[in-house]
Nanobody
Framework: QVQLVESGGGLMQAGGSLRLSCGAS????????MGWFRQAPEKEREFVAA????????SYADSLKGRFTISRDNAKNTAYLQMGSLKPEDTAVYYC????????????????WGRGTQVTVSS
C-alpha cells in the first residue's frame, strides 16, 4: 500500500522560511516523479513544483520560481519543498503526490496523494 505523508507545516510570519517533507512508502521511490501542489480556501488546487525520480529534472510554477525549491533524498524516500520569503498568499494546504512520468507533471493527474499539511503565513 502506497503512503505519502507530509510534515513540516505550521504557522509562520511573512518573510520567513519553512521546509516541508514528504515521506513515501510502498513504492519504488526512484521510479516516481514527486510533485507538490497547494490549495487555498475556496480556490482550486494548484501546481507548485515537481522533481523527477533521479532528481535531475525540476519544474516550478512560474509565480513561485526563486522562492521555492524542490529536492529529494532517494536514500530516505523523502521529497522536500523549501519555501522562502513566505507571503500571506502562500497560506494553503500543501499536498505531495507521486506519478510515473515527469512529463506532464504540472497536471494534477498523479497516481498517489498525501493528505496534506497546513501552512499558514501571517502578515
Amino acid at each position: 500500500q502506497v503512503q505519502l505523508v507530509e510534515s513540516g507545516g505550521g504557522l509562520m510570519q511573512a518573510g520567513g522560511s519553512l521546509r516541508l517533507s514528504c515521506g513515501a512508502s510502498g513504492l519504488t521511490f526512484t521510479s516516481y516523479t514527486m510533485g507538490w501542489f497547494r490549495q487555498a480556501p475556496e480556490k482550486e488546487r494548484e501546481f507548485v513544483a515537481a522533481i523527477s525520480g533521479s532528481g535531475s529534472l525540476t519544474s516550478y510554477a512560474d509565480s513561485l520560481k526563486g522562492r521555492f525549491t524542490i529536492s529529494r533524498d532517494n536514500a530516505k524516500n523523502t521529497a522536500y519543498l523549501q519555501m522562502g520569503s513566505l507571503k500571506p498568499e502562500d497560506t494553503a494546504v500543501y499536498y505531495c503526490a507521486a506519478r510515473r512520468s515527469f512529463y506532464g507533471s504540472k497536471r494534477p493527474d498523479y497516481d498517489y496523494w498525501g493528505r496534506g499539511t497546513q501552512v499558514t503565513v501571517s502578515s
